[in-house]
């Protein structure tokens, strides 16, 4: 069966970093989006890595902080987040699918292929 699974998440100080891992069971991974929903917000699109066109794109909040990177021999795709602020506290998501990544945003979780459960992250002193 099919999974999407990620990893990493947890407790971290203002400042801190955390890297967060999605990795794919029995299917190959496409483009791959991170998501984020901080509670009572609405789930955000945090990035988008595609093979073919090779692009990346970021949400404006984690440029220069966040960097996301893959490794197709393990069919994964890693979010490392750097300076961590109480604002990047949330639920973290990866899915994969057909995406281009030009226009990312959290809409882009509704045309997705996998989906995986979430991984919480909080950022507290």
């Known amino acids: 069966q099919s999974q999407l699974v990620e990893s990493g998440g947890g407790l971290v100080q203002p400042g801190g970093s955390l890297q967060l891992s999605c990795t794919a069971s029995?299917?190959?991974?496409?483009?791959v989006g991170w998501f984020r929903q901080a509670p009572g917000k609405e789930l955000e699109g945090v990035s988008c890595?595609?093979?073919?066109?090779?692009?990346?794109k970021y949400v404006d909040s984690v440029k220069g902080r966040f960097t996301v990177s893959r490794d197709n021999a393990k069919n994964t795709v890693y979010l490392q987040m750097d300076a961590l602020t109480p604002e990047d506290t949330g639920v973290y998501y990866c899915?994969?699918?057909?995406?281009?990544?030009?226009?990312?945003?959290?809409?882009?979780?509704?045309?997705?292929?996998?989906r995986g459960q979430g991984t919480q992250v909080t950022v507290s002193s």
């Open positions: 890595q595609s093979e073919n066109p090779p692009r990346i």
């Open positions: 029995d299917f190959t991974l496409d483009a």
């Open positions: 899915a994969s699918g057909p995406f281009g990544c030009t226009w990312f945003s959290g809409s882009y979780w509704q045309v997705a292929d996998h």
